[in-house]
């Protein structure tokens, strides 16, 4: 009989496997990874550009082409791709994110040899119809100026525009940004980011010796170079410690983003800071929640990440709280953190955060898919697979001396940006 009145045991993670990526290069230099598992016949194949040529004149270029994408190309409509692709109960799916944009499809097998060519359509032969631009321009500016309504949307773009000025990761964009859409923008645009080598295909799932002959016979052959590519390269600084106030005079409550810049995936510290962050704000039993939500009642939720792109990163620390207690809530992040630089944590702290991540990260591996996503966090920072011995190993062993001293090194709360939206 099992014996309730006990808590089961648990060992600690010691060893994640990942199936590895193999590396396979086309006829035209195309670029294309292989993560090869599962029972299910199925297969998402991913194609990702690096986002290049960023011109402040031209902000929002990547973010318009890629979403465009599926809009129209030179023989079929908007729907008529859709319908191509709905047919066979595939789904294509468009991305944009700072460094890149993917465009990716998720299908049977079966039906591969059916919607591959819908791809290869709209990724070499997209027109952008002006029609289509126009009802983009008109439902972006509405979307807008209803999230410029919103504190936590506001103090999102303050605080970029704050760390990283006017460059691709910090750009405030305004309706007269997309008034100054144009076509010929968005299609001089596209010849310059979707080209073979500016492109990088990661296929994941039950992938098979057909699956890449189909690639190799759409894209690693006629599909061919156009351009030279301009990479984005950006070098950013901290900032002063300053408070940014935009005042809301009718709201009821106030948008914190506390921060500053930081270090990326491809520092040693990192692994170690990302379980310095998971204590102070990374995950509901972090310090940060135990304090403002759940001792103050200050807010339903607060929490803090490390982020990392490719030229950059940055650590921040974000919540809404009411009004009345704006001030005495990031008084409490400063004392939050203020402890974590004095006192060194506890072992049982630090083995449940331990447990909590290395949990998490296992969790997170639950097909081919996901050791996919595995494979673009490291291969995209220049990174390999010996990444993620060197995390679990981190978090496995660090010990509080090593937090106590990564506290005081990354977290200086008077040289982080303040930013508050709504009242104080």
């Known amino acids: ?80 791709l859709a319908d191509k692709i709905d ?50 321009i008109r439902n972006q500016k509405q979307k807008l100026s209803v999230n410029l309504e919103k504190n936590d949307f506001v103090s999102r ?15 405030n964009t305004t309706t007269n940004d997309y008034d100054q859409l144009t076509q ?17 295909v990661i296929i994941s799932g039950k992938v098979s010796d057909d699956t890449i002959k189909q690639i190799d016979a759409l894209f690693g052959q006629d599909w061919k170079n156009k351009l030279p590519v301009t990479e984005n390269v950006s070098q950013f600084n901290k900032g002063k410690g300053i408070e940014h106030y935009v005042e809301k005079t009718d709201a009821l409550q106030s948008a914190i983003r506390i921060g500053q810049v930081s270090i990326n995936r491809k520092h040693a510290d990192f692994p170690g800071v990302q379980v310095l962050n998971t204590i102070l704000g990374g995950y509901f039993g972090s310090r940060l929640m135990s304090n403002i939500r759940e001792d103050k009642g200050y807010t ?43 006192q060194p944590v506890t072992n049982g702290e630090l083995d449940l955060v331990r447990n909590y991540m290395l949990g998490a990260m296992l969790g997170s591996l639950e097909n081919s898919l996901s050791h996919a996503d595995k494979f673009k966090n490291i291969y995209f920072f220049g990174l390999d697979y010996d990444y993620y011995q060197r995390y679990t190993e981190t978090v496995r062993t660090i010990q509080p001396e090593e937090i106590l ?7 200086k709360f008077n040289e982080f940006e303040k930013v508050i939206v709504g009242k104080k």
């Open 1 to 80: 009989m099992i014996n309730r009145t006990l808590a089961p045991e648990f060992g600690q993670v010691e060893k994640i496997e990942l199936i590895k990526a193999k590396p396979l290069v086309l006829g035209n230099g195309l670029k294309v990874f292989i993560i090869n598992g599962g029972e299910q016949d199925l297969v998402r194949i991913e194609f990702i550009f690096e986002n290049v040529a960023y011109d402040i004149a031209k902000p929002l270029q990547a973010s318009v082409t890629n979403t465009m994408l599926n809009d129209g190309t030179s023989e079929f409509s908007a729907a008529q």
């Open 157 to 171: 773009k303050v605080f970029n525009n704050v760390l990283f000025g006017n460059s691709l990761y910090g750009y």
């Open 87 to 136: 047919y066979y109960g595939a789904f294509l799916q468009t991305e944009c994110n700072y460094d890149q944009s993917t465009v990716t499809l998720y299908t049977l097998n079966k039906h591969l040899a059916s919607v591959l060519p819908v791809v290869k359509a709209i990724l070499t032969d997209s027109v952008f119809p002006q029609v289509e631009l126009d009802t983009y």
């Open 184 to 200: 010929g923008q968005i299609r001089d645009y596209f010849q310059k980011a979707y080209q073979p080598q500016n492109c990088t």
């Open 405 to 411: 001293k990564l506290a005081n090194q990354y977290l």
């Open 300 to 342: 339903y939720g607060i929490g803090s990440a490390l982020i990392s792109m490719k030229n950059g990163g940055y650590f921040f620390i974000a919540s809404e709280v009411g009004t009345d207690v704006c001030s005495s809530a990031v008084n409490e992040i400063e004392k939050e953190i203020t402890i974590l630089k004095q």
